[in-house]
T-cell receptor, first 117, second 117 residues
Framework: AQSVAQPEDQVNVAEGNPLTVKCTYSVSGNPYLFWYVQYPNRGLQFLLKYITGDNLVKGSYGFEAEFNKSQTSFHLKKPSALVSDSALYFCAVRDMNYGGATNKLIFGTGTLLAVQP | GAVVSQHPSWVICKSGTSVKIECRSLDFQATTMFWYRQFPKQSLMLMATSNEGSKATYEQGVEKDKFLINHASLTLSTLTVTSAHPEDSSFYIC?????????????FGPGTRLTVL
């Protein structure tokens, strides 16, 4: 079965320190991977995606993610955290049943990032 | 990037009434839109896939007659919660998929908070 796992419910980091939000996936074939951020009472905002190409993907607001096929991971990273980065982060993978034709996304359970000043 | 709006942003209604939520793609045509619901501190649960000009495809366990979806144009999909009850209170989020030929990523609306008294 296809799935996405975010093993940490919450990540705490001090402002200025590097941050990592973990994501692992299980999907048939080549994965299409996404990271979204959600601020309180708001919809999801797209951060970045991996479709093919370089394993290191750069996205919005200074975030980047590294695709690791052997570890089936797509961890989100940022070199220096800001207090304003505090939000809920979701990893998602495209449902590859029917060759991905349904365009459905399978979401992880989310990780709350708390950046302390 | 592509912009998706939802209206209303929040609604309070009495038990037994029906509520309509609109999802619009503002600067692109979306042949496919998705409706999700999100409970507090939980991930997004896909309810249905809305295709312009055809019937929606509902996920297993989602009542078709309870959650009516209409995708009448390439920029508008509506979700009507019929005979709403307190257990229908949730955060409803729509997304719209960019047209075929691009990366086909989903862009999310800001969400609608439904409270049923």
């Amino acid at each position: 079965a296809q799935s996405v796992a975010q093993p940490e419910d919450q990540v705490n980091v001090a402002e200025g320190n590097p941050l990592t939000v973990k994501c692992t996936y299980s999907v048939s074939g080549n994965p299409y991977l996404f990271w979204y951020v959600q601020y309180p009472n708001r919809g999801l905002q797209f951060l970045l995606k991996y479709i093919t190409g370089d394993n290191l993907v750069k996205g919005s607001y200074g975030f980047e993610a590294e695709f690791n096929k052997s570890q089936t991971s797509f961890h989100l990273k940022k070199p220096s955290a800001l207090v304003s980065d505090s939000a809920l982060y979701f990893c998602a993978v495209r449902d590859m049943n029917y060759g991905g034709a349904t365009n459905k996304l399978i979401f992880g359970t989310g990780t709350l990032l708390a950046v302390q000043p | 990037g592509a912009v998706v709006s939802q209206h209303p942003s929040w609604v309070i209604c009495k038990s037994g009434t029906s509520v309509k939520i609109e999802c619009r793609s503002l600067d692109f045509q979306a042949t496919t839109m998705f409706w999700y619901r999100q409970f507090p501190k939980q991930s997004l649960m896909l309810m249905a896939t809305s295709n312009e000009g055809s019937k929606a495809t509902y996920e297993q366990g989602v009542e078709k007659d309870k959650f009516l979806i209409n995708h009448a144009s390439l920029t508008l999909s509506t979700l009507t919660v019929t005979s709403a009850h307190p257990e229908d209170s949730s955060f409803y989020i729509c997304s719209a998929r960019t047209p075929t030929g691009t990366s086909r990523e989903q862009f999310f609306g800001p969400g609608t908070r439904l409270t049923v008294l």
